[in-house]
T-cell receptor
Framework: EAGVAQSPRYKIIEKRQSVAFWCNPI?????LYWYQQILGQGPKLLIQ????????DSQLPKDRFSAERLKGVDSTLKIQPAKLEDSAVYLC?????????????FGPGTRLTVL | SQQGEEDPQALSIQEGENATMNCSYKTSINNLQWYRQNSGRGLVHLIL?????REKHSGRLRVTLDTSKKSSSLLITASRAADTASYFCATAPADRGSTLGRLYFGRGTQLTVWP
């Protein structure tokens, strides 16, 4: 079974530029999560999708961050414009309610550096 | 805050020794999970313990849960250099206001195992 795929793995941009991250979850997983992990901290949930609907985006800075999950499979997370404090690893995870647990499967992440 | 807090923040041991990490949390939970993160990689699920369980084993891992004290511990026996990683506890809240499937991660314990 293929895992969660993310691209790119690394991205360096200047402040005020835009950036987009892509995630392909495990096949059949209805729930998809985007996390932000700042160096030395644990992952912080940005947005949670159930199929192609948003179920929790309370921690998403909506003035600059946006995310979509068209067709309930792949997802993209965009930052526009980026700030220095957005430097972090952006993790995508997916889960399947059929498993009866909240176990999440993570991708390798995208390391963003904002200069 | 609903996130767990791991203790200690950093732990350094020799190969063959046991490593114990603790997690405390504040709200009622459905389950508590432990994840491992190697440097520069995504998180990997290790073990899940439900709120009605007190102890669980998986290979060299032993997890305990004390819901009265709102705490959990992860024991890694006979540690190896390959166990060097950050370990995070994640709680799945039981309150109705929380989104199903959402996890709250702590800041992690950095474990270093010396050969």
């Amino acid at each position: 079974e293929a895992g969660v795929a993310q691209s790119p793995r690394y991205k360096i941009i200047e402040k005020r530029q835009s950036v987009a991250f892509w995630c392909n979850p495990i096949s059949g997983h209805a729930t998809l999560y985007w996390y932000q992990q700042i160096l030395g901290q644990g992952p912080k949930l940005l947005i949670q999708f159930q199929n192609n609907g948003v179920v929790d985006d309370s921690q998403l800075p909506k003035d600059r961050f946006s995310a979509e999950r068209l067709k309930g499979v792949d997802s993209t997370l965009k930052i526009q414009p980026a700030k220095l404090e957005d430097s972090a690893v952006y993790l995508c995870a997916s889960s399947s309610p059929e498993g009866g647990t909240d176990t999440q499967y993570f991708g390798p992440g995208t390391r963003l550096t904002v200069l | 805050s609903q996130q767990g807090e791991e203790d200690p923040q950093a732990l350094s041991i020799q190969e063959g020794e046991n490593a114990t990490m603790n997690c405390s949390y504040k709200t009622s939970i459905n389950n508590l999970q432990w994840y491992r993160q190697n440097s520069g990689r995504g998180l990997v699920h290790l073990i899940l313990i439900r709120s009605n369980e007190r102890e669980k084993h998986s290979g060299r891992l032993r997890v305990t849960l004390d819901t009265s004290k709102k705490s959990s511990s992860l024991l890694i026996t006979a540690s190896r250099a390959a166990d060097t990683a950050s370990y995070f506890c994640a709680t799945a809240p039981a309150d109705r206001g929380s989104t199903l499937g959402r996890l709250y991660f702590g800041r992690g314990t950095q474990l270093t195992v010396w050969p």
